[in-house]
């Protein structure tokens, strides 16, 4: 096949994947990069007769608005190469017709490990030790001061369980936590006690973790009543998207004691950490690295490929999104 | 039953167990402690003919020297309230038939999530980055620069296969980990590859988790010619005692890039951490803290409590210690 004759595929912003393995995607779609253009988006689009003939779009967290999916007119497909949605207008696809797939399962492993990573990272205050090792403290000042909590036993609710929430729930069970989850129905496929209200969650539970997907129901869906209801020695761990946390009451929170700790791979203006963070012993701050594995690329690769495969021979996608988890 | 009909147990050293639950041990038992003399613990023995009439000796790193246990004529029974009995002369109380208890499963659970956190924290980069973060690192120059890799698919090699380190094997099967062990013998009661030399256990896994006991046969089994086995890429986590890694041979290995990295709790000369593993990213340092969360305390003293109880009614053993791991 000429490369004129490969399908063709619009890209909006810059997938990581895309530039990682960008010999596998030009071997099999001709790749048209918005990026390549001088020209603002809407311009682009307008003047490219190219990018308005495209019936599959690749993304990552680029926004993908309703604007622009208005100037494509053949879409068929986005292709996100992400576990979270929360950039594209989903409305507007469903209301176009438009298929979306995400990252499926490929990434869910890596973010459910770091899930747990943090997890016992605040309860058995490891970063935090280890700063005080390097430091020289510990043959200096003596034992390390701060008391360390025990996993085992530990009642851990786990908002949405999706692919990955499901991950990080069977993870915890095999160190004997507890695990309830709150999620937008119950499920019938787990026996995991269900909370309808995260409030509730969070009052009959020693941690949570938040796994759901950023949407206008979730977006600050933990705000101070729900941390105050997780309590003084409650520890929260986010993995999903910074916006679902109001990071001004949780800071608040964390700086007055009204809750136990926080192990936080996402923040609600990033790369800007609030500074206040920076001092907390009780917090551990990771820079949005739950899927940089080298390994979960690889697979993120495939599935984005398959997922274009399947789109332009007419097969069933590999991980159609159904729903966003909460 | 009046104090002096409790029976006696002699303390050597100051069992952090005691010093938190003390009335719990002299409600049931008349306490000796050795620490309270001002003379040197020989001259102390040979000078209490209370402390050498003494059936029960209470320890927890203390060292139990044959030349202590030979001034203790009526001793039957040495319990410690540690994992580890490296401090007891073991061979000694064998050949006079006294008894050992240590921890039994009470801090297990404990140690194996250190060990599952330390392996995280490592091939996950969480400590690295959390730094990284905390000197406004992540605005300033952009994505954390170290790549880390995924736990899922990775073979794990576990060094001494005894009440920890089946913990942690069962806590990495769920993250999808293929475990293999060395131990001193081939186990009936598992199905995990078994290796019988440490050598070749480390030349056969990602990543090997050391949790056996210090003993003459393995102090210093890791050494430069196994950690060279695990390869450039290989990580190694040590929850057992400093001394069973040969620490100047692996700061080498980590310092020249012959092993990937090293999530330590423990150090040949505790609590003096050697000055060259501060500056290195790959390395998570922990202060000796595997056991230490107030619920396992709780159960270290029943156990101890009941071990000391069971002795003085002629009763079974909780924990009687059959064998040393590895």
Same mark, same amino acid.
């Given at each position: 096949m000429s490369h004129k004759e490969l399908p063709l595929v619009l890209v909006l912003g810059s997938p990581l994947v895309l530039t990682m393995f960008e010999d596998r995607f030009t071997q099999r779609f001709r790749i048209l990069k918005a990026s390549d253009s001088d020209l603002p988006l809407d311009q682009f689009l307008a003047s490219s007769s190219h990018a308005r003939s495209a019936t599959a779009l690749l993304c990552a967290g680029f926004r993908v608005s309703g604007e622009t999916i208005g100037q494509l007119p053949s879409l068929g497909l986005v292709v996100t190469a992400s576990a979270g949605v929360n950039h594209i207008d989903v409305s507007e696809c469903r209301r176009r017709g438009i298929v979306i797939a995400d990252s499926g399962e490929s990434l869910s492993e890596d973010v459910a490990d770091m899930a747990v990573g943090l997890l016992i990272d605040v309860c058995r205050k490891i970063s935090a030790a280890d700063r005080y090792l390097r430091k020289g403290n510990w043959a200096a000042f003596g034992d390390f001061p701060l008391a360390a909590s025990k996993l085992g036993g530990k009642r851990v609710g786990i908002v949405g369980l999706g692919r990955i929430g499901s991950e990080v729930a069977k993870r915890l069970e095999v160190f004997g936590c507890k695990i309830s989850y709150n999620s937008r129905k119950k499920k019938d496929s787990v026996t995991y006690p269900f909370y309808i209200h995260v409030h509730e969650l969070a009052a009959n539970n020693d941690a949570i973790v938040v796994c759901c997907g950023l949407s206008d129901q979730t977006r600050h869906m933990i705000d101070k009543k729900v941390l105050l209801a997780l309590g003084k020695e409650g520890v929260i761990v986010n993995v999903a998207r910074g916006e679902v946390i109001n990071e001004k009451e949780m800071i608040q929170c964390l700086l007055q004691g009204e809750i136990g700790g926080a192990g936080l791979d996402v923040f609600e203006d990033e790369p800007n950490v609030p500074k206040e963070l920076f001092g907390l012993d009780n917090v551990v701050l990771s820079p949005h690295n739950a899927v940089l594995t080298p390994d979960s690329f690889e697979s993120l690769c495939e599935v984005t490929i398959r997922n274009l495969e399947a789109f332009f021979s007419k097969k069933p996608l +590999?991980?159609? +999104?159904v729903r966003v988890e909460i």
């Amino acid at each position: 096949m000429s490369h004129k004759e490969l399908p063709l595929v619009l890209v909006l912003g810059s997938p990581l994947v895309l530039t990682m393995f960008e010999d596998r995607f030009t071997q099999r779609f001709r790749i048209l990069k918005a990026s390549d253009s001088d020209l603002p988006l809407d311009q682009f689009l307008a003047s490219s007769s190219h990018a308005r003939s495209a019936t599959a779009l690749l993304c990552a967290g680029f926004r993908v608005s309703g604007e622009t999916i208005g100037q494509l007119p053949s879409l068929g497909l986005v292709v996100t190469a992400s576990a979270g949605v929360n950039h594209i207008d989903v409305s507007e696809c469903r209301r176009r017709g438009i298929v979306i797939a995400d990252s499926g399962e490929s990434l869910s492993e890596d973010v459910a490990d770091m899930a747990v990573g943090l997890l016992i990272d605040v309860c058995r205050k490891i970063s935090a030790a280890d700063r005080y090792l390097r430091k020289g403290n510990w043959a200096a000042f003596g034992d390390f001061p701060l008391a360390a909590s025990k996993l085992g036993g530990k009642r851990v609710g786990i908002v949405g369980l999706g692919r990955i929430g499901s991950e990080v729930a069977k993870r915890l069970e095999v160190f004997g936590c507890k695990i309830s989850y709150n999620s937008r129905k119950k499920k019938d496929s787990v026996t995991y006690p269900f909370y309808i209200h995260v409030h509730e969650l969070a009052a009959n539970n020693d941690a949570i973790v938040v796994c759901c997907g950023l949407s206008d129901q979730t977006r600050h869906m933990i705000d101070k009543k729900v941390l105050l209801a997780l309590g003084k020695e409650g520890v929260i761990v986010n993995v999903a998207r910074g916006e679902v946390i109001n990071e001004k009451e949780m800071i608040q929170c964390l700086l007055q004691g009204e809750i136990g700790g926080a192990g936080l791979d996402v923040f609600e203006d990033e790369p800007n950490v609030p500074k206040e963070l920076f001092g907390l012993d009780n917090v551990v701050l990771s820079p949005h690295n739950a899927v940089l594995t080298p390994d979960s690329f690889e697979s993120l690769c495939e599935v984005t490929i398959r997922n274009l495969e399947a789109f332009f021979s007419k097969k069933p996608l +590999l991980s159609e +999104l159904v729903r966003v988890e909460i």
